[in-house]
């Protein structure tokens, strides 16, 4: 059973990010703040979950959550700063489109660059563990699975509507016959 809180009496904003480990597309970040009393007998990272699992549950986070916000830092910006940077970019861009300030940071991970004035904790597999990371995983991961198989369709042979940007052998046998597209992390060894 996930944790709801780690400090119970602060506002506390759950985070968690996908899309680090794609050959193309943006990284895309979430932020959750859940009301102190919530339950839900589905929500758990999201990697655990089906796709039609995630997606009903991506709709009770969204009218359940006091306050919640998911966003995106491009291939482009990936290339220039690095995926590690961008990743926490991310998750800065998140906590700045919250419509209620945090007060405590729970972040998925083992390291994460300070955001302004708000205490963190990093907490590995923190989307197996508390409520609020499982919720933002789930977020995050419904936002870049939507948008990736949106791009599948200007790119269809690069399976993006199923591997959703990962280094599939049929992403990269795609890379290699046709060449990268205009989504492609150049800074990523592509095949």
Not at 99 to 111: T, V
Request: glycine share 4%.
């Amino acid at each position: 059973m996930l944790q709801s809180f780690y400090s119970t009496d602060v506002i506390e904003a759950g985070l968690d990010e996908v899309g680090r480990g794609c050959l193309a597309g943006p990284v895309v970040a979430a932020a959750v703040i859940l009301p102190s009393d919530y339950t839900h007998p589905l929500l758990n990272d999201s990697k655990q979950l089906s796709r039609l699992q995630r997606e009903t549950i991506r709709l009770d986070i969204e009218r359940d959550a006091l306050a919640w916000a998911v966003a995106e830092v491009s291939h482009e910006v990936i290339d220039q700063i690095n995926i590690l940077k961008a990743s926490f970019l991310a998750m800065h861009r998140a906590i700045d489109a919250l419509i209620i300030r945090p007060e405590h940071l729970l972040i998925d991970g083992n390291r994460f660059t300070p955001y302004p004035m708000i205490p963190h904790t990093c907490v590995v597999k923190g989307d197996t563990k508390f409520l609020s990371i499982a919720a933002a995983s789930i977020l995050a991961k419904t936002y870049r699975d939507d948008l990736m198989e949106r791009l599948s369709l200007d790119f269809p042979a690069y399976g993006w509507a199923k591997n959703v940007g990962y280094p599939t052998p049929l992403h990269r046998a795609a890379i290699r016959e046709f060449g990268p597209t205009k989504h492609h992390r150049m800074s990523f060894r592509l095949i």
